[in-house]
């Protein structure tokens, strides 16, 4: 049997980013976390970050230095999230949403990682997490 147990984010302040990405989630930093290893809980898989020397980041959309990965949250709505982002040292790279409302925008975290906020048309949003419309 496989299971994904972590994703990890290469990063030269463990706790920094941890810090981030918890505000941004709302979910705790891992107990026991420290500088050279860092965790935030999602159920079964961990969002963790390591600390690594020399650390370079992603020049997002230089192709020279990859993004290598992002992350994509799916939001109720786009404009009080991309306040909160920002107001917690997110940059805004590109947007694409669309004068209904929906679509996305690209942002980077305080170190360079690209994420997205998204917000897709009929999803439906339970204790459980959202449920996406049926794709016909």
């Known amino acids: 049997m496989l299971r994904l147990t ?3 984010i290469d990063c030269p302040d463990t706790m920094k980013l941890a810090a981030f990405y918890s505000e ?3 979910r705790p930093i891992k107990e026991g976390s420290s500088e050279d290893w860092a965790g935030i809980q999602f159920g079964e ?3 963790a970050f ?5 650390y370079r980041a992603p020049q997002w959309p230089d192709s020279e230095h990859p993004k290598q990965f ?5 939001v109720d ?3 009080p999230e991309q306040r909160r982002v920002l107001d917690l040292g997110a ?3 590109q947007d694409f949403i669309g004068p209904n409302g929906y679509g996305w925008q690209v942002y980077t975290d305080p170190i360079g990682h690209p994420f997205c906020l998204c917000r897709n048309k ?3 949003w339970t204790d459980q997490g959202p449920v996406w419309p049926e794709r016909g």
């Open 77 to 79: 709505e786009i404009e």
């Open 45 to 47: 898989i961990e969002l």
């Open 91 to 93: 940059t805004l790279r």
């Open 50 to 54: 390591i600390r690594v020397d020399d």
């Open 70 to 74: 992002h992350l994509d949250f799916e």
């Open 122 to 124: 009929g999803v439906i």
């Open 6 to 8: 972590d994703f990890i």
């Open 24 to 26: 941004v989630t709302g």
